[in-house]
């Protein structure tokens, strides 16, 4: 099973900044098959980017995905204020399909 | 628009048994594979199950294998998780997922439902 680490678990940037969020696979990611989901208290998760790279529909290019093999990033070119969230990667290159523990991206 | 409704959340006692089902609409049903992901309070998101189009093909989570069984009724666009022997770590909400396979053995998820609360407890 692959194991993905986040970090840093929780991240306190202002809105206008930009943000750099990591997720690192215990082995190489067949195929840069990585997904990033959005989650806000309450609702359920949001696809953002998949194939490590491609953003998913109606998603903001402020967004984009980077990586490949066992290190991806999430980078949020300039934060507004709807953007604060919990953010996940999922791998589902092999099975069973894993995510990360989430980086929570908060207020400062 | 595709849509995903889950039912068949609640109480349930150690051991005891429910049945999920979740309805989709907006897309055509028996094309894509779906899944089961689910999230226990306050923690991360872990997936369960996942069953591909056909129904011919199932997957599961090692902690759920053996007690729950995935299926789909194609027909009336649902899909089913039977959750058996349920234990108090089987607390989460439970989200039902469709499938995008682009390239893959295995799909990443592009539209959730709004999740079904799942309680076990004595």
């Known amino acids: 099973e692959i194991v993905l680490t986040q970090s840093p678990g929780t991240l306190s940037l202002s809105p206008g900044e930009r943000a750099t969020l990591s997720c690192r696979a215990s082995q190489s990611v067949s195929g840069n098959f990585l997904a990033w989901y959005q989650q806000k208290p309450g609702q359920a998760p949001r696809l953002l980017i998949y194939?490590?790279?491609s953003r998913a529909a109606g998603i903001p290019d402020r967004f984009s995905g980077s990586g490949s093999g066992t290190d991806f990033t999430l980078t949020i070119s300039r934060l507004e204020p709807e953007d604060f969230a919990v953010y996940y990667c999922q791998q589902y290159g092999s099975s069973p399909r894993t995510f990360g523990q989430g980086t929570k991206l908060e207020i400062k | 628009e595709v849509q995903l409704l889950e039912s068949g959340g609640g109480l349930a006692q150690p051991g005891g048994s429910l049945r999920l089902s979740c309805a989709a609409s907006?897309?055509?049903?028996?094309?894509?594979?779906m899944s089961w992901v689910r999230q226990a309070p306050g923690k991360g998101l872990e997936w369960v199950s996942g069953i591909s189009g056909s129904g011919g093909s199932t997957y599961y989570a090692d902690s759920v294998k053996g007690r729950f069984t995935i299926s789909r009724d194609n027909s009336k666009n649902t899909l089913y998780l039977q959750m058996n022997s349920l234990r108090a770590e089987d607390t989460a909400v439970y989200y039902c997922?469709?499938?995008?396979?682009?390239?893959?053995?295995?799909?990443?998820?592009?539209?959730w439902g709004q999740g079904t609360l799942v309680t076990v407890s004595s």
């Open positions: 907006g897309f055509t049903f028996s094309s894509y594979a």
């Open positions: 997922a469709k499938e995008e396979v682009v390239a893959a053995t295995f799909g990443y998820f592009d539209y």
């Open positions: 194939g490590a790279s």
